[in-house]
């Protein structure tokens, strides 16, 4: 019998491979209306806090190092007014295998498919994710498809991404690397029924649960070596994840720090354009991502998204390309840490917002990055200049995504911009809500929950939008 | 020319521009979704533009046009960006060096 390969009749088969593919029955949350069971989901993975934290320490994951970084807090104390400057501290993650906070994500779901039985995972991934999932595969013993967007139609390909397709390589994984369009999502679907394999998707339960243990890890830390919470913990936002987790696990250490979201402002480009896609010089934490995943959570590779970032956080901002550019060089020659580019976009924020702060006060990065050939400042400013980008020294308010990007004159330019979370939080409930005209008390409270808000605030909302 | 069992890269057309997505922006809408796999080579002998078919490293069979004999990664540290220089001084002369 010969299945037909369609790209329509293989996306109508979607929630039946997913199903093969994650062990998972979503249709078990839903509610029938906009309502879903998070929390029962989020709770099925069987695991608790605990059981992850002993899992990603058989896979050598967690536990890294909490770095202040002194000089950087000193430069930013010259930025700012006298007695601001909050002491600025980052969660050096690229010391995990693979070299980011994703092996925590990855390490769950790889446990679990290897549990099940699965003889090897795929995932679809042009970033730290693949590289993740092979080291963990790796030493779970299970084969490993890492899928990635990674050329124009001139097969030209991101430098970035080209070096995670050399990493994952090197950890034993096969690359299937595909031109620029969302039509990924086929090509995956396509091998998982091909192949049997697990879905390790970023988006399920396992993947988002595995990034818990950072956030109860940076509390307890804290609390160890320093006797104190954190104030602030900022966060790279791409498609919510990270900071999900990271909210999640202080939640469940009991801290209330204020959780910030930082992306790259990618404002005009167009993710799925093929003449953009090399025009941009960060393929993940960028607003492209940031903030679609947040307003429209449930977009991901599985029926429903366990990063659901709207729920847990409480400001986000920008940041401009030339600015992380510039912290990450300011990081390597005040810090002696040299990092990847994108890992430090929540830096260049905090950089910033630890001068609205008081001397006295925290603020934590929650990741590092490792860097490469490739995935480093340098050949990523080539690069851009090389396709035609103009980098120069100047104010970054004058940087235009896809045309410039501006390392800024002096660190004092650097400028962490508020997004306005109102206008996020009515655009997730008008997509939550489209198509559905009787809401139920528990949709009214599902969206309370979504938002980070209460019931009075969704129903005037939804006056507002009607 | 490759030999059976050599490691190659072949290409292949996933979807024509008349297969793909309807929601894409025109610049990409008219393109094809194209694949690159990296593979054993299963023929006798193949060249450049010959049809053939690989195993990947997972066990895999797959097709397409063999495309590299000898695929390997060229990335690299790029050009000299002289601003990094700059930056690096300025935040050490700050810090460290008075700024006046």
Known sequence: ?466 | MSKKNDYVQIHRTVLTPDLRSKNLPEETHTKPLEMWVKGYLQEESANVGDSVTVITRTGRVAQGTLCDEAPHFEHSWGKLIPELLHVGDQVREIVFGGEE
């Open chain 1, 1 to 466: 019998m010969t299945r037909d390969m369609s790209y329509d009749a293989v996306m109508a088969r979607k929630n039946e491979i997913m199903k093969k593919a994650v062990g998972m029955d979503f249709s078990k949350y839903e509610s029938g209306s906009v309502a879903f069971d998070y929390e029962g989901m989020m709770a099925d993975t069987g695991y608790t806090l605990e059981d992850i934290i002993n899992i990603q320490k058989q896979f050598a994951i967690g536990d890294t190092h909490i770095i202040e970084l002194k000089n950087l807090t000193a430069l930013a104390r010259k930025c700012a007014p006298a007695g601001k400057g909050a002491r600025i501290f980052v969660k050096d993650e690229a010391t995990n295998p693979s070299g980011s906070f994703k092996a925590r994500r990855a390490a769950t779901s790889i446990y679990q498919a290897k549990k099940m039985g699965y003889k090897g995972a795929i995932s679809a991934t042009s970033g730290n994710y693949g590289a993740a999932v092979a080291a963990t595969c790796a030493m779970a013993g299970l084969k490993c498809i890492v899928v990635q967007e990674c050329y124009d139609s001139r097969g030209i390909g991101q430098p970035e991404i080209v070096e995670k397709a050399r990493k994952c390589e090197a950890l034993g994984a096969e690359v299937v690397q595909l031109t620029v369009g969302p039509e990924l999502f086929y090509s995956v679907l396509i091998m998982l029924e091909e192949t049997g394999y697990f879905n390790a998707s970023l988006y399920s339960p396992y993947g988002i649960a595995g990034v818990e243990t950072l956030g109860y890890e940076i509390a307890q830390q804290f609390r160890r070596d320093y006797n104190t919470d954190p104030d602030v913990v900022v966060c790279s936002n791409a498609g919510g994840g990270n900071l999900t987790g990271t909210a999640r696990g202080l939640m469940k250490a009991g801290c209330k720090a204020q959780i910030v979201a930082a992306s790259v402002n990618l404002k005009g480009l167009h993710m799925a354009s093929d003449d953009q896609f090399n025009k941009k010089s960060f393929t993940t934490s960028h607003t492209g991502f940031g903030m679609p995943f947040a307003t429209n959570p449930d977009r991901s590779d599985v029926p429903r998204s366990a990063a659901r970032p709207m729920r847990y956080m409480d400001r986000y901002v920008t940041v401009n390309q030339g600015e992380v550019f510039y912290i990450t060089e300011a990081l390597a020659s005040l810090e002696g840490l040299e990092k990847g580019p994108a890992g430090n976009t929540a830096l260049a924020a905090a950089f910033y917002l630890a001068q609205e702060m008081d001397e006295n006060q925290t603020i934590v990065v929650q990741e590092t990055e490792y860097t490469g050939a490739g995935k480093h400042i340098q050949p990523q400013l080539s690069f851009a200049r090389d396709n035609g980008i103009e980098v120069r020294l100047g104010n970054p308010e004058e940087e235009v995504p896809g045309k410039s990007i501006i390392l800024p004159e002096h660190p004092r330019l650097i400028r962490a911009r508020d997004v306005d979370l109102n206008k996020m939080r009515h655009s997730l409930i008008r997509n939550k809500t489209e198509g559905y005209d009787n809401l139920t008390d528990e949709d009214i409270a599902f969206l309370a929950a979504e938002t980070k808000t209460d019931n009075a605030y969704v129903l005037q909302t939804l006056k507002e939008l009607r």
